[in-house]
């Protein structure tokens, strides 16, 4: 080992680092080199001096000086938050991750379970046939309504039904809302749908002349424009009698309405047999009708006939 | 005498201090500054050779260190974690004010003034303990001529008494630099002082 390996050794050596056969190695040659060995001697010297060194005295100023020069340690708001929900994180994670997939598994079960979740929701019903049952329209399309609003509420009906009999309700004293708005804005329909149809189909044979005229639209209900025509009989059952037998026999129609009241639909082209024959009768009529008076399409004359004494 | 740093690894009871400081208490921290305020101080009085300046350098890095805790994983001893922040610090400190602070310092420091006493023998008579004060300011005089990253390894391993491992995690070096850096600071530190040194 030459003298340059063995100073670079030196600093190990005193370090105690080397292992035996390197350390002997270092000891025989700084032994037998006086050079190398003054430079361990030197190099001994210059680390006792330094590890002699002892610590200088600290002001007594200086931990003061830092404990002013210190912020109150203010965790931010959201530190706190996320410290307080997320960590430690590899515990809270995991539990937070279990229980999402829990509620999640309740909510679609829940879901399932109860029909009421499941289904679709009502469609406001009540809001749409509410104003529609104020009016009561008297004419073919205002009936339709009607009847499509008699469907409806029987529908609704139904479905709460439906759901009642499914569920026993909690508060079975808590009718369906939409029934319920909808009994009060029509009362007239619901359980007494198929009533007021035939009522409704009363109204549409209820063809007397001043109601019809006042509030029938033209053309609407009645094809061709009454004529009104008065007849003096002191015999109104043997006047009515005649009458019928005439029109009957000219295949035409008669409604009593009243005790002095018919209404006579007399085919056209029989028109002028019909007022020769009641002519015949002795009965005459008064303003004397149009000749011919207008027809409906279907070739019918309609009078209304009021017996005056 | 050179008091040793005493640095421990796992179950550090520096770490609960830690954790207490984070949660906010102040007493934590000065409890922490208790414990390695004398061992900063003194890595900067022999990095920089001057008190005043080492004081200032200290509350920097203490201040700095208050600010970092929250970063600091516990994964070495929280004393390492210290000198590494005071290390590179006191570097860019050095850098920053030039040499100002290394030449001025260590050559006008008073001989007198000097803290450094430890070297006097209280028995020697006043000529031995003059000539002592007179070679403790010289080794000073000559560790600040050294570069700082070999000044530096010696203030830890000789002075401060750390070991290679901690050096090397401090200094963030591999154990062979430490150990290869330090033996080149040694002697080149021997030659400077080589006319004080020899008999």
């Known amino acids: 080992m030459g003298c340059q390996d063995v100073r670079n050794q030196l600093s190990a050596y005193l370090e105690g680092e080397l292992e035996v056969a390197p350390r002997r190695a270092v000891e025989d040659h700084v032994r037998q080199c006086v050079r190398c060995q003054g430079e361990l001697v030197l190099l001994q010297r210059t680390i006792a001096l330094l590890r002699g060194l002892d610590e200088v005295e600290v002001p007594s100023s200086l931990s003061a000086a830092i404990q002013a020069g210190i912020r109150p340690r203010r965790r931010r708001w959201w530190r706190e938050v996320a410290s307080w929900l997320f960590f430690p994180i590899h515990v809270k994670l995991p539990i937070q991750a279990v229980a999402l997939l829990l509620v999640s598994l309740g909510a679609v079960y829940l879901y399932r379970s109860a029909p009421e979740f499941s289904e679709a929701p009502q469609p406001p019903v009540t809001t749409e046939s509410a104003p529609r049952s104020e009016a009561v329209p008297s004419t073919a399309a205002g009936r339709a309504d009607r009847l499509d609003l008699a469907a409806r509420q029987e529908a609704a009906e139904k479905s709460s039904g439906q759901r009642e009999a499914q569920k026993e309700r909690k508060v079975p004293e808590q009718e369906d809302a939409a029934a319920r708005a909808l009994r009060k804005s029509a009362p007239e329909s619901a359980a007494s749908a198929k009533p007021a149809e035939e009522r409704e189909a009363l109204r549409e044979r209820d063809i007397g002349a001043q109601v019809l005229r006042k509030e029938a639209p033209a053309g609407a209900t009645i094809a061709a424009p009454l004529q009104d025509v008065m007849l003096e009989t002191s015999d109104p059952a043997r006047a009515i009698a005649r009458i019928t037998e005439i029109v009957r026999a000219l295949e035409g129609k008669v409604e009593v309405k009243e005790e002095r009241h018919l209404i006579l639909m007399i085919p056209a082209k029989a028109y002028s047999h019909f007022l020769t024959a009641l002519k015949d009768s002795g009965y005459a009529v008064s303003p004397p009708p149009e000749s011919p008076p207008a027809a409906s399409p279907e070739g019918t004359v309609t009078l209304s006939l009021r017996l005056t004494p | ?199």
């Open chain 2, 1 to 199: 005498m050179t008091t040793r740093a005493v640095i421990s690894g796992g179950g550090d009871p520096d770490h609960d201090l830690v954790d207490r400081v984070l949660g906010g208490d102040r007493q934590a921290f000065a409890s922490l500054l208790t414990r390695h305020q004398k061992r900063i101080f003194n890595f900067m009085y022999r990095m920089v050779g001057e008190r005043g300046a080492a004081e200032d350098l200290t509350q920097e890095v203490f201040l700095k260190v208050y600010e970092a805790l929250p970063g600091f994983r516990k994964a070495a001893a929280f004393s390492t974690w210290l000198y590494r922040i005071a290390h590179n610090h006191c570097l860019n400190a050095l850098k920053g004010r030039g040499r100002e602070i290394a030449v001025s310092a260590l050559t006008k420091e008073p001989a007198n003034g000097n803290p450094v006493t430890a070297l006097v023998d209280p028995s020697a008579s006043p000529e031995e303990r003059l000539e002592q004060r007179e070679l403790q300011a010289v080794v000073q005089e000559k560790l600040a001529e050294l570069t700082p990253e070999h000044r530096a390894v010696l203030v830890l391993r000789d002075i401060q008494g750390l070991s290679y491992d901690e050096i090397a995690t401090a200094l963030e070096l591999e154990d062979g630099t430490v150990r290869s850096r330090l033996h080149r600071a040694r002697m080149e530190l021997k030659e400077r002082l080589r006319g004080y040194l020899e008999l």
